[in-house]
């Protein structure tokens, strides 16, 4: 089992910029990847920011590349998710996710999620 707690949601303006972070404990040896999602209001859920917690192989959704960057502390079992100039659209729960292989199967766990609003 791997447990995952977020922190840094809030409110920001437009332009701003917001650090979101999820720390992860338990069987965190079987951990290979660590992702933020995000789901607004009436939408789908959809992949932020991934990375391969082996290699640091990063991935991101096209409309947050080059104002969102995801990282990892192996150290702390730690991802963090800086993400700057802010923009309306952005607006969602954004939910810490750890792809886990363990016994031959893989296990997705799920954070609590932290709300990030962006309003004027």
């Known amino acids: ?57 990063t991935k991101y959704e096209d409309s947050v590349k080059g104002r969102f960057a995801i990282s990892s502390d192996n150290t702390k079992n730690m991802v963090s998710l800086q993400m ?5 659209e952005d607006t969602a729960v954004y939910c810490c996710d750890a792809a886990s292989w363990r016994d031959g199967k893989g296990i997705d766990y799920w954070g609590q999620g932290t709300q990030v609003t962006v309003s004027s």
């Open 1 to 57: 089992q791997v447990q995952l707690v977020e922190s840094g949601g809030g409110l920001v303006q437009p332009g701003g910029s917001l650090t979101l972070a999820c720390t992860a404990s338990g069987s965190v040896s079987t951990i290979y990847s660590l992702a933020w999602y995000r789901q607004a209001p009436g939408k789908e859920r959809e992949l932020v920011a991934a990375i391969s917690t082996a290699q640091g192989t």
């Open 84 to 88: 700057n100039s802010l923009e309306p």
